[in-house]
Structures are given as C-alpha cells and as structure tokens.
C-alpha cells in the first residue's frame, strides 16, 4: 500500500490547515473549551457547507462528499494539529461511520445525509461506567416493545454526547451474555426517559458526556443480535481515525519543541545547542515519524479493506497514543517552568494527548487486542 499521498490529497490538506489556522487559533480553543457546547456553530455550519467535511467519506448516494477513509484521516490528522473544537470526531469518524456499515438501506437514506450537510449532530454510545471499551461487557439492556425497543441503563464518556442529536447506542437483550445478543439502537435527544449530564473532565477540549435510560424508546439499526459482528470492524476503522488525529498532535508539539529551543536563550547560548535538547528532538522526530508511517499505513488499510486491518489498527493506536503522550511531556520539558504555566498551549495539547490516549481502549489494551489478532490470522 502507497505511504504517499497523491497532489491532489496535498492540495486538500493544505486546505484544511488554512481552515483550521484560520477558525481554530489557541485563543478560541480556550473559548470553546471553557462553554459547555464546546464549539462554534458557525464555523461549524461553514465547515459543513464551504467543505462539505462531516459527509468526507459519506457516499454520494447519501449526500456525501463520496472520498475515501484516506481523506478522513488527513482531516483529522490537520484537527489534531489544531485542537479542533467541533463535534466532528463523534459525528463523523464514530456516527457515520456505524450507520455506513451496520444500517440498512433504508436508515442510510434517512440518516447520513443530515449528518453529511452538518445539520445532525450524532454520536456513539458504546462504553459504560467502571467498563473497558470491549462490546462484549455492555449491560444496557434493550427490551422489545409494541413498535420499537425500551433501553435501560447508563453510558458513560460519551464523545459529545450532551449536545448530540441523534445517540447510537449499544445494548444487549435481556439474557444475553458476551458479543451474543448484542444490538445497536438510535435514540433521539428528545426521547423520554434520557437524561444527559455533561462530565468534568481532564481535557476540556473533547468534551463527554453520562447518559441515563429509563425504558427509552429506541429503534433498532439494522439487525437485532448483530451487534458482536458489526461493531469490532467500526471500532477498528475509529481507532485508526483517533491514530491520525493523535499524530496530528504529536506533530504540533514536536514543531513547538523546536521553535521554542531555537528561542530560548540560556547562559549566552540557545538552548537547541545543548547536546542533552539535541538528543531530545531527535528522538522526538523518529517516534513522530515512525508514528506517522503507522497511521499512514493504517489509513490506506482501512480505506482498502484489508484483511490484516484489525491488527494494524490496534497497532496504530497503541503507537500514536504512546507517541502523542511522550512529545507532549517532551515539549513540555523542553520548555521549561513556562510550560507548566497555564497561559502556555503546551498543555492544552498534554491534556488532549491523555484524553486521546484511554478513549477507544489505551496502549495495553490495543496491545492485548494485536496479539491476539495475530495470532488469529496466524
């Protein structure tokens, strides 16, 4: 598979950068962050209109843009760099990327395009309280009713889930055990018997959310028991799109880094010029660029389909992850008590990185799930 990008996929991604250098300087992050929306709805409707972003790798068929997975990530890849304020990731990367492949015909026509034009905000429920991200440990329960489900139970670090328009959930039939039994249900905002409570969180810039369901109407997407099938490739395909914004990050603090050490001046000398900040960069750069290579690799996998996708997600989450976490803490020591400073971005993107790093499953996890998948293939 290709590592480079073709010059129309370049001219795209400078295109994004001037978007997002544009409508996402520090200065409005801290805004954003600080509101409990957590966004900028006409940058959002202009993101959605001028670019057409949300519906990137929606097809045409449901009013998207019709690109593939590659073009997603480089979005995301240019957000990460930005710390983008926006419910894209939910919408986008989880939302519309569940309904591509587990809804049917009839819900693809009915769903994707208000998520495509921006007008519907939706994301994914799938984690609940004191649980790991494996489907197979959900206990929210869905009961069949006269024309549709009740669901009850909670989910919890839910990406923009106190905002969301539209909630796809993740439950299970009473008595089931495991991936057995497993569903996936559309809930709407206004459905009753749902209470949604905004967390406190360490990163402020991804903002998530408790969601409560006391027999909430919901309706089946796609098929009933289906859920253990269709959710480990979606998850696959929003691990790979979290690697890419991930290192979109690691590249920003890796730039910061070297800015800052050809800045800052210390006993008459700058200090890029010590040995000890030399040897920090440089290992900076090879992780950064190994990580990019990875997520790369990732991205052009999932955009193929191929068959070793699930191993090479996990590889490019657990690896973008570690990187991310280890340029932020990085940048940070190379700049000195000032970035431990709140007026100082830095940490913004620290925080980000340990956010980024648990959401979806952390390092370990996704270690645990290669292993696995290797030996499976094997």
Same mark, same amino acid.
């Given at each position: 598979?290709?590592?480079?990008?073709?010059?129309?996929?370049?001219?795209?991604?400078?295109?994004?950068?001037?978007?997002?250098?544009?409508?996402?300087?520090?200065?409005?992050?801290?805004?954003?962050?600080?509101?409990?929306?957590?966004?900028?709805?006409?940058?959002?409707?202009?993101?959605?209109?001028?670019?057409?972003?949300?519906?990137?790798?929606?097809?045409?068929?449901?009013?998207?843009?019709?690109?593939?997975?590659?073009?997603?990530?480089?979005?995301?890849?240019?957000?990460?760099?930005?710390?983008?304020?926006?419910?894209?990731?939910?919408?986008?990367?989880?939302?519309?990327?569940?309904?591509?492949?587990?809804?049917?015909?009839?819900?693809?026509?009915?769903?994707?395009?208000?998520?495509?034009?921006?007008?519907?905000?939706?994301? =994914?429920?799938?984690?609940?309280?004191?649980? #790991?991200? +494996? $489907?197979?440990?959900?206990? /929210?329960? @869905?009961?069949?009713? *006269?024309?549709?489900?009740?669901?009850?139970?909670?989910?919890?670090?839910?990406?923009?889930?106190?905002?969301?328009?539209?909630?796809?959930?993740?439950?299970?039939?009473?008595?089931?055990?495991?991936?057995?039994?497993?569903?996936?249900?559309?809930?709407?905002?206004?459905?009753?018997?749902?209470?949604?409570?905004?967390?406190?969180?360490?990163?402020?810039?991804?903002?998530?959310?408790?969601?409560?369901?006391?027999?909430?109407?919901?309706?089946? =997407?796609?098929?009933?028991?289906?859920?253990? #099938?269709? +959710? $480990?490739?979606?998850?696959? /395909?929003? @691990?790979?799109?979290? *690697?890419?914004?991930?290192?979109?990050?690691?590249?920003?603090?890796?730039?910061?880094?070297?800015?800052?050490?050809?800045?800052?001046?210390?006993?008459?000398?700058?200090?890029?010029?010590?040995?000890?900040?030399?040897?920090?960069?440089?290992?900076?750069?090879?992780?950064?660029?190994?990580?990019?290579?990875?997520?790369?690799?990732?991205?052009?996998?999932?955009?193929?389909?191929?068959?070793?996708?699930?191993?090479?997600?996990?590889?490019?989450?657990?690896?973008?992850?570690?990187?991310?976490?280890?340029?932020?803490?990085?940048?940070?020591?190379?700049?000195?008590?000032?970035?431990?400073?709140?007026?100082?971005?830095?940490?913004?993107?620290?925080?980000?990185?340990?956010?980024?790093?648990?959401?979806?499953?952390?390092?370990?996890?996704?270690?645990?799930?290669?292993?696995?998948?290797?030996?499976?293939?094997?």
């Amino acid at each position: 598979m290709p590592f480079t990008f073709s010059d129309e996929q370049e001219e795209f991604r400078l295109i994004i950068r001037r978007f997002m250098d544009d409508k996402s300087p520090r200065t409005e992050v801290r805004q954003l962050m600080d509101s409990e929306q957590g966004y900028d709805p006409a940058v959002w409707q202009q993101l959605s209109e001028e670019l057409g972003l949300p519906g990137i790798h929606i097809p045409e068929a449901y009013g998207g843009q019709g690109f593939g997975f590659v073009e997603l990530c480089i979005v995301l890849e240019e957000m990460g760099r930005a710390l983008f304020c926006a419910p894209y990731f939910s919408a986008t990367a989880l939302a519309a990327t569940t309904i591509i492949h587990a809804g049917t015909e009839a819900q693809k026509l009915a769903l994707l395009p208000g998520i495509a034009s921006g007008q519907t905000l939706a994301t =994914l429920a799938l984690s609940e309280a004191n649980q #790991d991200w +494996l $489907p197979a440990n959900t206990e /929210l329960s @869905a009961t069949p009713a *006269a024309n549709n489900y009740l669901l009850s139970g909670e989910k919890s670090y839910v990406l923009d889930g106190h905002i969301a328009d539209l909630l796809i959930v993740v439950a299970r039939t009473p008595g089931s055990t495991g991936n057995d039994g497993l569903s996936l249900f559309t809930v709407t905002a206004d459905a009753p018997g749902l209470n949604r409570r905004l967390l406190k969180s360490l990163d402020p810039t991804r903002k998530l959310a408790h969601l409560t369901f006391k027999q909430t109407p919901a309706t089946l =997407l796609g098929e009933l028991n289906t859920g253990g #099938d269709t +959710l $480990p490739p979606i998850l696959d /395909l929003a @691990a790979v799109a979290l *690697a890419s914004e991930m290192v979109g990050g690691a590249q920003m603090m890796l730039q910061s880094a070297l800015d800052y050490a050809q800045l800052r001046m210390q006993f008459g000398r700058l200090i890029g010029s010590f040995q000890a900040i030399k040897h920090k960069c440089a290992d900076m750069l090879l992780d950064v660029e190994l990580a990019k290579s990875t997520a790369y690799y990732a991205a052009a996998a999932a955009a193929e389909g191929a068959p070793d996708l699930p191993a090479v997600a996990s590889l490019a989450k657990a690896y973008a992850a570690d990187t991310f976490m280890k340029s932020a803490a990085e940048c940070l020591q190379i700049h000195g008590g000032i970035g431990f400073t709140w007026e100082n971005d830095t940490h913004l993107y620290f925080k980000r990185a340990k956010s980024s790093e648990v959401f979806l499953g952390d390092p370990n996890y996704h270690r645990d799930q290669l292993v696995l998948r290797w030996e499976n293939q094997a």
